[in-house]
């Protein structure tokens, strides 16, 4: 995971996609965050969608974002979540993933993606990838 701010300077630019993972439940987090990293990317977590709004307006550099749907601590889930970061930041891609609520007509915003869970490693790298604004990801 990176750290939000750290004070000091990288010694080289680091290429790899940055990609918020918002997921309330640690171990479905922890778990997301591994496949990802050991995919390539660069990694930033949050619990929920206001800590997940907070850290989109600190980094301006997040390339993806992978969001779970329902997490009881934000005020708002994740496919509101979704809707707001395409409408303000449409070149982040967007993957929502969520074993208990199918999104509904509508509900999905233009350009994101769905997959119910459990989803397979490499399934979620590809449609995570396939999100993504090309930048040699």
Same mark, same amino acid.
């Given at each position: 995971?990176?750290?939000?701010? +750290? #004070?000091?300077? +990288?010694?080289?630019?680091?290429?790899?996609?940055?990609?918020?993972?918002? $997921?309330? $439940?640690?171990?479905?987090?922890?778990?997301?965050?591994?496949?990802?990293?050991? %995919?390539?990317?660069?990694?930033?977590? !949050?619990?929920? !969608?206001?800590? !997940?709004? /907070?850290?989109?307006?600190?980094?301006?550099?997040?390339? #993806?974002?992978?969001?779970?749907?329902?997490?009881?601590?934000? +005020?708002?889930? #994740?496919? $509101?979540?979704?809707? /707001?970061?395409? %409408?303000?930041?449409? $070149?982040? &891609?967007?993957?929502?993933?969520? &074993?208990?609520?199918?999104?509904?007509? #509508?509900? =999905?915003?233009?350009?994101?993606?769905?997959?119910?869970?459990?989803?397979?490693?490499?399934? =979620?790298?590809?449609?995570?990838?396939?999100?993504?604004? +090309?930048?040699?990801?």
């Amino acid at each position: 995971m990176i750290p939000l701010s +750290s #004070g000091m300077a +990288s010694p080289k630019h680091d290429s790899r996609p940055l990609i918020l993972v918002v $997921e309330d $439940e640690a171990l479905v987090r922890m778990t997301l965050v591994d496949v990802l990293e050991d %995919a390539g990317f660069k990694v930033i977590e !949050a619990v929920h !969608a206001d800590e !997940a709004l /907070q850290v989109l307006k600190a980094v301006s550099d997040i390339q #993806g974002m992978v969001t779970d749907v329902e997490m009881p601590r934000g +005020s708002i889930n #994740g496919f $509101e979540l979704a809707r /707001q970061v395409r %409408a303000s930041r449409h $070149e982040i &891609g967007v993957l929502i993933v969520s &074993g208990r609520a199918a999104p509904k007509s #509508g509900e =999905l915003p233009e350009g994101a993606l769905f997959i119910g869970k459990p989803v397979h490693p490499e399934t =979620l790298v590809r449609l995570l990838k396939g999100t993504l604004v +090309s930048k040699d990801t």
